[in-house]
């Protein structure tokens, strides 16, 4: 093989089994370009493909020695990892050796671009004045219920949100709940702050309903993950499980966006995931050179939001990329699994991704089965269902 072919290849990956291959097949997908290759016909099989540029390379087969090894750097690997070891520390390092190589300058390219479309639009998604007010009265240890409930009144629409949510099946009152204090008094400070923080997001951004997208079930579901989000942070103790359901409620914000700005090309991305039977967030990524998740994020840090809970909107399709203590990566995660699993409203992916097992294990709930995890949440699925 000549130099000039042989330096077209970059990334050699090394699996001893399917399981272990499929994996990482399924989370290098949005690179598009993978050669797979059992170790014997490698050599014949970069020959026969007429590419111009790098692209990752997978290996397989069992027994892989030290002159396998060694011929896969003659053919001009960059980088060898085997597979399994560690998912996370191996996606992060394969993700930075493509990165260091180049592989991802149009992918950046794109990105850049929606970038700049968003900090052109900075003005038109402002933080909502008075989810500014409801988080600047949490924060503020000065602060009371009272307060609360003056910010709250002013807005005669978003009372009435937040009553229906108080008396919806989910909290089981007998008697309804008529007006703000009484339901402060009933339900406590921390639940109508995220109760209000939910009203006021779903009544400030006014939208369409797309034929393969429900809004008022995309609250739904993000509504589900905030109060699953919460509940596993109590379960695991990881996180304040106010700051848990804010994560939650806000994982999929940058769908938001999406719709709100980006209206023909989020209608693209629905038909094409739907078509093929894929995820949103991988055809979001194919198309846009982005996803929900890094435009969520990037509203976040415009909003000054903490950088936890930016982290945890980027990542929380992509876990494996988390450092061990971003717990609210990992929250989300399982908790996205579960309202999936329970249909918990409906976030608009038809075919989302299975749940990352290192979340479990960061969590220290490995030991359980995911059974006896939703057992311990007591999470009430047809309840929740009530609160929209």
Not at 144 to 166: F, G, N, P, Q, Y
Not at 215 to 232: I, K, M, P, Q, Y
Request: proline share 3%; with cysteine.
């Amino acid at each position: 093989m000549s130099n000039k072919l042989t330096a077209n290849f970059n990334i050699f990956l090394i699996a001893d089994n399917k399981r272990a291959l499929a994996g990482v097949v399924n989370d290098l997908r949005s690179y598009r370009d993978i050669i797979i290759s059992h170790f014997d016909t490698v050599e014949e099989a970069l020959k026969n493909e007429q590419v111009s540029k790098k692209i990752p390379v997978i290996v397989h087969g069992k027994d892989m020695n030290d002159d396998v090894r060694n011929s896969l750097r003659r053919l001009g690997a960059d980088g060898i990892f085997h597979i399994p070891r560690e998912h996370s520390e191996l996606m992060r390092s394969i993700v930075n050796l493509i990165g260091s190589l180049g592989f991802e300058k149009d992918r950046v390219r794109a990105k850049s671009g929606i970038r700049n479309q968003l900090e052109k639009i900075k003005k038109l998604t402002p933080l909502p004045s008075l989810v500014h007010s409801v988080l600047e009265i949490s924060n503020d240890p000065k602060s009371s219920a009272a307060h609360l409930a003056e910010v709250i009144k002013k807005d005669m629409t978003l009372t009435a949100r937040i009553l229906k949510i108080v008396n919806s099946a989910y909290f089981g009152f007998h008697r309804q709940i008529g007006n703000v204090n009484h339901a402060i008094v009933i339900l406590g400070f921390e639940e109508i702050r995220s109760i209000s923080l939910a009203a006021c997001l779903m009544e400030s951004f006014k939208w369409r309903d797309d034929r393969l997208f429900n809004w008022r079930e995309f609250w739904l579901h993000s509504l589900g993950v905030a109060f699953t989000t919460r509940a596993l942070s109590k379960l695991t103790k990881t996180i304040n499980p106010e700051d848990a359901f804010v994560i939650g409620l806000l994982h999929d914000f940058g769908k938001v966006v999406l719709e709100q700005h980006f209206q023909e090309e989020f209608h693209q991305v629905l038909v094409k995931a739907y078509r093929e039977k894929r995820s949103f967030n991988e055809v979001c990524k194919e198309l846009l050179g982005t996803d929900h998740a890094e435009i969520g994020s990037i509203i976040a840090e415009q909003w000054e939001l903490p950088g936890a809970l930016k982290k945890s909107i980027e990542f929380h399709h992509m876990p494996y990329l988390a450092d061990p203590e971003d717990y609210g990566v990992y929250l989300v995660d399982i908790a996205n699994y579960f309202c999936h699993k329970y249909d918990v409203g409906a976030s608009g992916n038809r075919f989302p991704s299975g749940l990352y097992e290192g979340s479990l294990v960061a969590l220290e709930l490995n030991d359980l089965s995911l059974e006896e995890i939703w057992d311990k949440l007591a999470i009430d699925t047809e309840h929740l269902k009530t609160l929209l």
